[in-house]
């Protein structure tokens, strides 16, 4: 009996690692949901009935030393929501202007814990799982800091923070580059146990997220960076001058990680050979993300600027040599001036490939600056094309099945079975799609968002500028 109890207590002390793991199950873990930034939740809301919410509360940002200090308030762009199911309790991770990074229980908005940041926080996380202790890792960035400029010797404007705790682990001070940003936006791809990231430094760098890993660099820990690549070329300062800005995620196709610039350029890196070795040139600002389609190509979203044609949504075939021979179509918008922009498509598209009913097609839906939201059959093409964003190219464009005023907007729709899910400026819908593509809006709500929501068990989480996170549903 004694060395029974003595196995049984060893046995114990070594599968509750394990165990303990097990206890969290990642629901989104990062914007758009996957690698491939193209999954959106399982079961989307019949309507949109406000369940509750959550105050989020407002914060100071610095704009420049001239522009100087603003206070935004609840959370914008991309800001979608991740989720973890702790010990069958859901909980929400969500950045807000008021500088924190918060965990809300969301089955009723009660906050768990909250940690702050040196900023206001605007983009998504990811969830990172270590893979040598029991430890789940937000890895989350923000603005540069208050009151702090782009030659501040510190800018720690990532971190990592334990899901558990609410406590940093480690922060990264992004360096400046030629782009005139320090702020991180984008969501962290993970594959097998790396980290890589696009910093609105212009830099793409592969990074080890593990804790035990950090080194002590500038007076406090630091993950090891393991590669950086550039992100513009030098010429791009001609045309762009400092806005070298990259703002989207990267996503992972086969052995390529793909990322957006706002250099105008979408780069392809080579898993195998650790370098970039696909680079196709719009031209163009782009902030969206690229979303990797069932017939492995590539969604981008293109904004007006820097470009003599229109901005839109464009299909690249990356097989193909990045030329114009890449691009399988492009759906130009309208030009609208809202805020800084000037139109184009700033959020990414969505395609409905992993909870397509049988018998619909291949869609995919874009949010744009002139108020539309469009409804797309990307597989197939119209019978005459329309000319680039160099005004000089000829392109096929796609078909397109329906399209809806719902005003201006810088967020992602979510495609979830026959239904979307999408914000703007003007409030939240809900819409019906049919076989047909055909739209048919079931509900809507009148808070403006810039940020993109997140699905889950009939239920709609999203934040809005008016200070709050809302949870809607049936």
Known sequence: MHYGFTFLILWLMLVSPLRGREQDSLINSTFLGSPGRNVYGNRAPDRLELQWSFYLGEGETTLSRKAGNRTWKGCGWTGQPLLVETEDTLY????????????????????????????????TGTLYVSPDKDQLIILQGSRLGLNKYLDHPIITSYQAIDYHTGKALWKMNVPFFASYSRDVDGSALIVDSLAYLGLENGQFIVFDPRPEQAEMRDGFLQPRILESHRLYA??????????????????????????TSGSGHVYGYHLKNRQIDWDFITGSDMDGTPVVTSDSCLLVTLEKQYIPGKGGVMKLNPRKSPDSSCVEWFLPVGNAVVAEWKGGIIGSASVNDH???????????????????????????????????????????????????IGPSISTPLI???????????????????????????????????????????????????????CFGN
């Open 92 to 123: 929400i991770i969500q950045g807000a202007y008021d500088h924190h990074l918060k965990k809300i229980r969301a089955s009723d908005g009660e906050l768990i814990w909250e940690y702050a940041f040196d900023d206001v926080i605007k983009g």
């Open 355 to 405: 909870t397509r009913p049988e018998g619909y097609p291949h869609i995919a839906a874009v949010n744009t600056l002139d108020s539309l939201l469009y409804i797309i059959d990307y597989k197939n093409t119209q019978p005459y094309k329309v000319l680039g964003p160099d005004s000089s190219t000829w392109y096929p464009k796609p078909v397109i099945l329906d399209s809806v005023l």
């Open 234 to 259: 030098r010429e791009d300062t001609r045309s762009h001058g400092l806005n070298l800005v990259t703002e989207s995620s990267p996503c992972l196709l086969g052995d390529h990680i793909y990322i």
């Open 416 to 470: 979830v079975g026959n239904r979307i899910i999408t914000a703007g400026y003007w409030g939240i819908y809900l819409f019906e799609y049919s076989p047909e593509g055909r739209l048919k809006r079931l509900d809507a709500q009148p808070f403006g968002c810039e940020a993109t929501p997140v699905v889950h068990e009939n239920k709609v989480y999203i934040g809005s500028r008016n200070g709050y996170l809302y």
